[in-house]
């Protein structure tokens, strides 16, 4: 008799929390999206763990893989850990110190060539108008060629209440920003190596609970996906550094061989932009235009002339075999994938669309090879 309730009870619960959410759904998301809000520091702590795993993974197989020491094997963790950040951390502070005294110096040049420009100009718009129209324009003078000083104060204190309540808010803002933006960060690093001091005891809760409250074989299809999605996703990002790397060198090289101004930092700046699937390449290229241009617009010309060869080379043959075969997705779904996957989220669609599209593609192959 309990077997027969248990399905229209389960059905009901069903009915009723629809109802709940479609009649509450403007409160629904509202809550939602303040959760959310809220857990991006621990979301965003996770994707750091996972991105510094890799490089943790990689030293505790070269700290001293043979060794039977208790003191070895407990300063494995920790010491890899502190390796891995500040790997990450150097070399961040290599890409700045290679971009940023070059990308200051363009912008100091430029602004040296635009400073007669605009002191020309404003010659010749005094030439134009003379004093007392620009004057008569503003309202500042009365009828009788006298100066209105009463329209002139009251002008400047609304200038200048106006500018300090600008640059008042503005600078709360940005102070807010700086807050939150800082505060997010701290949290995310904290909860990172968290995860990453005590990964090998979270997977294991985490499997037991599954196993708990799935069925074996939802379980055993579950932990499947997880696994082919996180073999996916690591040789991804091993191979979109590595590919980064080639592209960011093969710039560098062509415009040293071209003798192309600012061959590092636009090397460097392509390299880095270049994490960014395929597209990438061409953020970076039109930094590197505008630089160039302020020495020589010819040259400028002529490096988003060579940019555009070397991506056509680098999108349809280097990134297919780069990172298609790391993850073993063939070139053709590689650039499907970051195609959809764009068109559909962006930047952040090209970034998960090709190791997704890799695990879908592992998962069918492996289904069709079973079944035949």
Same mark, same amino acid.
């Given at each position: 008799?309990?077997? =027969?309730?248990? =399905?229209? %009870?389960?059905?009901?619960?069903?009915?009723?929390?629809?109802?709940?959410?479609?009649?509450?759904?403007?409160? %629904?998301?509202? %809550?939602?999206? %303040?959760?959310?809000?809220?857990?991006? $520091?621990?979301?965003?702590?996770?994707?750091?763990?996972?991105?510094?795993?890799? !490089?943790?993974?990689?030293?505790?197989?070269?700290?001293?893989?043979?060794?039977?020491?208790?003191?070895?094997?407990?300063?494995?963790?920790?010491?890899?850990?502190?390796?891995?950040?500040?790997?990450?951390?150097?070399?961040?502070?290599?890409?700045?110190?290679?971009?940023?005294?070059?990308?200051?110096?363009?912008?100091?040049?430029?602004?040296?060539?635009?400073?007669?420009?605009?002191?020309?100009?404003?010659?010749?718009?005094?030439?134009?108008?003379?004093?007392?129209?620009?004057?008569?324009?503003?309202?500042?003078?009365?009828?009788?060629?006298?100066?209105?000083?009463? =329209?002139?104060?009251?002008?400047?204190?609304?200038?200048?209440?106006?500018?300090?309540?600008?640059?008042?808010?503005?600078?709360?803002?940005?102070?807010?920003?700086?807050?939150?933006?800082?505060?997010?960060?701290?949290?995310?690093?904290?909860?990172?190596?968290?995860?990453?001091?005590?990964?090998?005891?979270?997977?294991?809760?985490?499997?037991?609970?599954?196993?708990?409250?799935?069925?074996?074989?939802?379980?055993?299809?579950?932990?499947?996906?997880?696994?082919?999605?996180?073999?996916?996703?690591?040789?991804?990002?091993?191979?979109?550094?590595?590919?980064?790397?080639?592209?960011?060198?093969?710039?560098?090289?062509?415009?040293?061989?071209?003798?192309? $101004?600012?061959?590092?930092?636009?090397?460097?700046?392509?390299?880095?932009?270049?994490?960014?699937?395929?597209?990438?390449?061409?953020?970076?290229?039109?930094?590197?235009?505008?630089?160039?241009?302020?020495?020589?617009?010819?040259?400028? !010309? !002529?490096?988003?002339?060579?940019?555009?060869?070397?991506?056509?080379?680098?999108?349809?043959?280097?990134?297919?075999?780069?990172?298609?075969?790391?993850?073993?997705? $063939?070139?053709?779904?590689?650039?499907?994938?970051?195609?959809?996957?764009?068109?559909?989220?962006?930047?952040?669609?090209?970034?998960?669309?090709?190791?997704?599209?890799?695990?879908?593609?592992?998962?069918?192959?492996?289904?069709?090879?079973?079944?035949?």
């Amino acid at each position: 008799m309990k077997q =027969e309730w248990k =399905e229209p %009870l389960r059905f009901g619960a069903v009915l009723f929390a629809l109802y709940l959410a479609v009649h509450y759904w403007e409160s %629904l998301a509202a %809550l939602t999206a %303040l959760a959310a809000s809220a857990a991006f $520091p621990l979301a965003l702590g996770a994707v750091i763990a996972y991105a510094v795993n890799i !490089l943790m993974s990689t030293y505790e197989g070269w700290y001293f893989p043979n060794s039977k020491k208790t003191a070895v094997a407990k300063s494995r963790r920790p010491v890899c850990l502190v390796l891995a950040y500040a790997s990450l951390v150097g070399i961040v502070a290599l890409i700045v110190r290679m971009i940023l005294p070059e990308l200051i110096q363009s912008v100091s040049l430029l602004l040296q060539e635009l400073a007669p420009i605009l002191q020309e100009l404003s010659v010749k718009l005094n030439e134009s108008l003379g004093p007392n129209q620009l004057a008569d324009l503003a309202g500042l003078f009365a009828s009788d060629g006298t100066v209105n000083w009463h =329209e002139l104060a009251a002008k400047a204190v609304n200038f200048l209440l106006a500018g300090l309540g600008g640059v008042m808010g503005s600078l709360m803002s940005f102070l807010s920003a700086a807050v939150s933006t800082a505060f997010t960060a701290i949290v995310s690093i904290i909860f990172s190596i968290y995860l990453l001091m005590g990964k090998e005891n979270l997977s294991r809760q985490c499997a037991l609970v599954l196993k708990t409250y799935l069925k074996p074989s939802w379980y055993s299809r579950l932990s499947y996906f997880l696994e082919t999605l996180h073999n996916c996703f690591r040789r991804f990002v091993v191979g979109q550094c590595t590919e980064a790397v080639i592209l960011g060198l093969l710039c560098m090289g062509g415009m040293l061989l071209f003798h192309f $101004p600012y061959a590092s930092m636009v090397g460097t700046l392509i390299g880095f932009t270049a994490l960014i699937p395929v597209a990438g390449a061409y953020i970076g290229a039109g930094v590197g235009a505008f630089l160039i241009f302020t020495i020589s617009p010819f040259k400028a !010309l !002529l490096f988003l002339l060579f940019i555009s060869v070397l991506q056509q080379l680098e999108g349809n043959l280097i990134y297919p075999k780069v990172v298609g075969s790391s993850i073993g997705l $063939p070139g053709i779904w590689v650039l499907a994938a970051v195609t959809i996957g764009g068109g559909v989220l962006g930047i952040g669609g090209m970034l998960l669309a090709v190791p997704l599209a890799a695990t879908l593609y592992q998962m069918l192959r492996d289904d069709v090879a079973r079944r035949n």
